[in-house]
């Protein structure tokens, strides 16, 4: 079977093959401890057998003898498929591998191989292809749910020249809609110059670069960039802390090949500095807070000490024990929190189509083994936060939030979960 | 021509042109490839650069012995920094091959490291009466830093790694174990054992010596045509460009 492979640079070719199988990277990854056969270099050893035998002299002439074999099957694929969703991209094995090997990156093309090969969760990827497309402009649930959000707002709209330009995508107000609001309390309670979009801008933009189709990715940040642009604002910002953040933030302008006259922000990042310069003032709240940090907007995204000073600022903030780099992820991203049954009915109410009764038996059976993964994969988190005595688990990211949640209920552990802005938004003066 | 003829003025010399070949090979595909990216960096200034270079370097190392001790022990601290890197390139032997190669690597001669920490087994053959410390800049350390000591530990870490590749590949069905981890660590145990027999001349005898030193050498010079070939490259390239790609990627442009 033919596969359509990635092209290296010299950084995917670092990753390719600088590894030596030395293992350090095992204990970092949240899904090792769910089985030892997902550990990052048994993952990403998928697609260097494929590149072995595509790029290397070696590899073309012994194959097997020396670790380079390609798929026979779609069954093969399917298994590989298992192996690639088993990885939230969290980047702990990319700061745990002593050579700066990204596992995370080597299973994100993975998975672009198997996107291409039709070989990927189907929510993902009709998801995918549906933002890219520009579909979800015109879904009449969309639209309506957008102009209900419009209507209930009293925000300005498709202001042009505005300071800030509030990023709304259609999964902020599916996932976060209380953020949504309160960000734009804030916002008014800080006097600042700012602008809703007259649309959504993205579904959880780019859902491509988590299912593997860089066509998809390319597109709908194209969009987003031109719509952003005929508003000029000078800054945008997102309160989504998942992988949202660091595309637009970094990767947004290598995909255009081109930067952009707007900055784009974190709304943890405006909320510290709305503080630095008194723009806002906060009732101290008695309340034991830790703050866990995204894997995209922390250790992807470069934002650790701006939550962290809001936080301090008005709430008895005390670290988890692992923070920052070293934090330990939940186990929800990378579309590990969307192969979920009943994220698949969730999205199938919002769509008014029966996603999950058009799914293959196979594929039922790869998103209840994925789902059992997802829990047991929580458990290392769960005992972060237990060790840390908080008695709020706050942070940025919706697939965090519901991972979190899900995890407290599930290991008995006496927290609540929110998000930064409404903890804010409740402590506004 | 014995063995030892053919391994110090034919094979070796034929090894490191083959290593210069594949060196030049393996790092000029990155500067090929290379294309350049549009980024903004974050710029949190020169204190956390410098701060997270040390980081990025130190990060893995402090996780390695929090996570893993026996690993971090036997893989990192006996077969590399105490095995591996003292005893290749301080042990007063190599220094003297290779300063002949490379006249400035001379200048570490100071450093050298004793094969014994006293005139060893050497007194056989030629007694003095007594027992003499070997006089070196490291002092007391040499009864650490000797030949013999470094020798256990690169053989702890290789044995290690030895068992650790066969029990992962027959027990744990691990993907990542190849045939090149089965051939090139029964390689390096060649080398440190032939190393050690040829330092203590044993089997006793002039011709014997120069067959287990030739036979030292020669593995040596597989090891060092092979090096460009095989992840061991990681140790002049792969370790280097990975850390300070990652110091870039994470601290510098995203500030982390």
Not at chain 1, 212 to 239: C, F, H, M, R, W
Request: charged fraction near 20%; aromatic fraction near 12%; hydrophobic fraction near 45%.
């Amino acid at each position: 079977m033919q596969l359509q492979l990635p092209k290296l640079n010299p950084v995917t070719l670092h990753y390719f093959e600088n590894c030596v199988g030395c293992g350090a990277c095992a204990p970092s990854c949240p899904y090792f401890y769910v089985d030892e056969k997902y550990a990052p270099v048994e993952k990403a050893e998928i697609l260097r057998q494929m590149l072995r035998k595509k790029y290397t002299l070696a590899g073309k002439l012994l194959g097997p003898l020396v670790g380079a074999k390609m798929p026979k099957s779609e069954d093969i694929l399917w298994e590989y498929l298992e192996y690639a969703y088993r990885c939230t991209n969290c980047g702990h094995c990319y700061v745990a591998c002593p050579y700066g090997i990204d596992s995370g990156a080597m299973v994100r093309l993975l998975r672009q191989t198997l996107y291409k090969a039709e070989v990927a969760p189907t929510l993902m990827r009709n998801f995918a292809q549906f933002e890219g497309e520009g579909l979800y402009l015109s879904h009449p649930a969309i639209k309506s749910m957008w102009e209900e959000f419009l209507k209930a707002t009293e925000a300005p709209v498709g202001k042009k020249g505005a300071r800030v330009l509030f990023l709304v995508t259609v999964m902020d107000l599916v996932l976060m809609r209380d953020a949504v609001f309160n960000t734009i309390k804030i916002l008014k309670k800080a006097g600042e110059d700012f602008t809703l979009p007259e649309r959504p801008l993205g579904v959880r933009p780019p859902i491509g670069a988590v299912v593997g189709n860089p066509d998809a990715v390319k597109k709908v940040i194209t969009d987003i960039v031109s719509y952003i642009e005929t508003l000029s604002p000078q800054i945008v910002i997102t309160i989504d802390g998942g992988f949202v953040y660091p595309n637009l933030r970094f990767e947004a302008t290598n995909v255009l090949k081109k930067k952009f006259s707007f900055k784009v922000l974190h709304i943890s990042e405006l909320l510290a500095e709305y503080l630095r310069e008194n723009k806002l003032k906060l009732k101290k709240l008695d309340i034991a807070t830790t703050w866990h940090d995204p894997c995209q907007l922390g250790r992807r995204g470069g934002v650790f000490e701006e939550p962290r000073i809001v936080l301090e600022n008005f709430t008895n903030f005390r670290d988890m024990p692992h923070n920052r780099q070293n934090s330990i992820c939940c186990g929800g991203g990378g579309g590990m929190g969307c192969l979920l049954e009943e994220e698949h009915m969730a999205m199938s109410k919002l769509l008014g189509v029966d996603i999950w009764s058009s799914l293959s038996e196979r594929e039922k059976s790869f998103i209840k083994r994925s789902e059992a993964a997802y829990y047991k994969a929580i458990e290392r988190k769960m005992e972060d936060v237990k060790k840390s005595g908080a008695k709020a688990v706050v942070t940025a990211c919706p697939v965090c939030i519901a991972t979190i949640a899900r995890g407290a209920k599930l290991y008995g552990v006496n927290v609540e979960v929110d998000h930064l802005v409404n903890l804010v938004a409740k402590a506004l003066e | 021509m014995d063995l030892y003829q053919l391994a110090v003025f034919v094979l070796f010399p034929l090894a490191l042109y083959i290593f210069a070949f594949g060196a030049a090979y393996r790092i000029f595909r990155y500067v090929f490839l290379y294309e350049k990216g549009v980024y903004v960096p974050r710029g949190r200034g020169a204190g956390h650069a410098i701060k997270e270079l040390i980081m990025t370097f130190l990060r893995p190392i402090i996780f390695a012995f929090r996570t893993n001790p026996v690993e971090a022990f036997a893989g990192l601290v006996a077969l590399h920094f105490v095995g591996l890197i003292l005893l290749v390139f301080l042990l007063a032997q190599h220094i003297a091959y290779l300063e002949y190669l490379i006249p400035f690597y001379g200048v570490l001669r100071p450093l050298a490291i004793p094969i014994s920490s006293t005139t060893g087994a050497i007194q056989v053959t030629t007694p003095t009466g007594y027992v003499q410390r070997v006089e070196s800049i490291w002092g007391p350390l040499t009864i650490i830093l000797n030949g013999d000591v470094l020798t256990v530990f690169a053989l702890i870490g290789i044995v290690y790694k030895m068992v650790e590749k066969l029990v992962d590949k027959l027990w744990h069905k691990s993907k990542r174990v190849r045939i090149g981890d089965l051939l090139i660590w029964p390689l390096l145990f060649v080398i440190v054992v032939t190393g050690w027999l040829a330092a203590h001349h044993y089997p006793p005898g002039v011709d014997s010596y120069m067959f287990v030193l030739g036979l030292h050498i020669a593995s040596a010079a597989a090891f060092v045509a092979v090096w460009p070939f095989t992840k061991y490259f990681h140790f002049l390239w792969g370790y280097w460009y990975g850390k300070l790609h990652e110091w870039y990627d994470l601290a510098l442009k995203r500030g982390a």
